[in-house]
């Protein structure tokens, strides 16, 4: 008999399963997580964990890998179609490291970078302070409107003040389509690299449900386990514009990759990336993507019928972003805790203009690819978001104070008070029921 993680590590393996009972008896709205299929489990629990491949098909530096060769072959071969691009690189390691490859890239330390900043919903990598990408480099920071959409006036003048070696279009909290065409122009004029982040939405963009960026930018980086429905994963991306800039581009992020910032790629997960993009070209990907924005613009729409403030109010895509400033500022924390008492996982988010700061936020993000993926539909996302408005008002009159030092303390005093609210119990139960009702990954033994 083969031995089995149940015996040989009953602790590893019981933390798995209790994992696992969370997720299918919880709704998971964080609007960056997915569910992915058995086939691409199947992948990244594969054997190809065991291999070595520094460097690129035909051009290793280990013997052996004639097999994995072929296998990164169709990974980019996949992506070029999925994503009309000319070139592909399927190895970043996430997200991350594929946006820290195009700075490399593009540009010198000490260079002009222009992104997203942060609180407006924009990605730590695209410049912020936090992040080496805003140490290493001049971040001049562009915003969103009151509004909340993207202020276009204020990044042409940034940009034809900074003149940018790089800029990015793409965030991690923005609910409107990204206006590629006119970041591609804005670009262009300052003789910029424009990079698209487009991380969140690269599922929605294979389905045609965004549109492209390819006509407008240089360079595209992805995640591959958001919309996309892959393994952690990164790629980056070269367009024909791209290389119409710069012949050499593509060489630059390859050489970024490896050698400078990644050693051997993880080739069981460059499998289960090539497995996924074969799952987003079948008809039933589109589909899926369709009701992913549908049921992210009934929610909007149940959440407001339910008194509930959104930034923009709606969305366009696959995420929503909820203002809790008419109940005061800093109260994503309490919602945050509140919803996951209700089996229901959201994060706490910044939103424009935050008049709180971003560790104690005053909003939340949601979003819908995972319900989506269990076959949730309109009717789910009309009842989840009278749930959500309701357990919202429970707790909408918890205060957060001013001093840093008591906020501990009333987090405490808080976690007691709603331990026992009964309307958040009464709909952990109905959640409960409603994920019975779609199941995920049924029967499913972790190990086989
Ligand atoms: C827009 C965007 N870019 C990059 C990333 C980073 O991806 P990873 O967490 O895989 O490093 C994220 C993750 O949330 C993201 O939202």
């Not at 086939?39 to 013997?63: F, H």
């Not at 003149?163 to 990015?168: F, Q, S």
Request: hydrophobic letters at 35%; one cysteine or more; a neutral charge.
């Amino acid at each position: 008999m083969m031995e089995d993680i149940s015996k040989t590590d009953p602790e590893v393996y019981n933390l798995i399963k209790k994992e696992l009972k969370r997720q299918q008896l919880g709704l998971e709205m964080i609007p960056s997580e997915n569910n992915v299929s058995r086939m691409v489990l199947q992948a990244m629990g594969s054997i190809l964990t065991n291999k070595y491949s520094e460097g690129y098909p035909q051009k290793r530096y280990y013997g052996g890998n004639q097999f994995i060769d072929e296998i990164e072959s169709l990974a980019i071969e996949r992506a070029k179609k999925a994503f009309k691009v000319a070139h592909a690189n399927v190895q970043p390691y996430s997200g991350s490291p594929a946006n820290f490859a195009v700075y490399v890239a593009t540009c010198h330390p000490g260079d002009v970078i222009m992104g997203h900043n942060l609180p407006d919903g924009g990605h730590l990598t695209h410049g912020w302070k936090a992040s080496v990408t805003g140490q290493f480099y001049k971040s001049v920071p562009y915003h969103v409107k009151s509004d909340g959409y993207l202020d276009l006036d204020e990044i042409e003048r940034l940009a034809k003040e900074h003149k940018p070696k790089l800029m990015w279009v793409g965030a991690t909290a923005y609910v409107r389509e990204f206006p590629f065409e006119e970041l591609g122009k804005i670009a262009d004029e300052a003789g910029a690299y424009l990079a698209a982040d487009i991380a969140h939405i690269s599922g929605l963009v294979i389905a045609g449900v965004h549109e492209s960026p390819s006509p407008y930018v240089h360079i595209i980086t992805t995640t591959t386990h958001k919309t996309l429905r892959g393994p952690r994963g990164g790629m980056i991306m070269v367009t024909q514009k791209g290389l119409d800039k710069d012949p050499d581009l593509a060489n630059k992020i390859d050489r970024a990759i490896f050698p400078g910032l990644q050693g051997g790629p993880h080739d069981h997960t460059t499998a289960a990336i090539a497995v996924a993009l074969e799952e987003s070209s079948k008809p039933e990907f589109k589909e899926y993507c369709k009701q992913i924005v549908n049921n992210s613009k009934e929610l909007a729409k149940s959440l407001m019928e339910n008194g509930i403030k959104l930034v923009t109010n709606g969305t366009d895509n696959h995420m929503i972003l909820i203002d809790l400033t008419p109940f005061g500022k800093g109260k994503g924390i309490f919602v945050q805790e509140a919803l996951d008492l209700a089996n229901i996982t959201t994060n706490k988010n910044t939103i424009p203009a935050d008049p709180s700061s971003p560790f104690y936020p005053s909003g939340v993000r949601l979003g819908t690819p995972s319900l989506t993926t269990r076959g949730m539909q309109e009717k789910e996302m009309e009842t989840i978001g009278k749930w959500i408005s309701e357990i919202i008002k429970e707790v909408k009159d918890f205060e957060l104070p001013d001093n840093k030092a008591e906020i501990g303390n009333c987090l405490k005093h808080f976690k007691e008070s709603i331990e026992h609210n009964k309307r958040i119990h009464e709909i952990k139960n109905h959640v409960v029921e409603l994920c019975r009702k779609f199941p995920m990954y049924p029967s499913f033994d972790i190990l086989r």
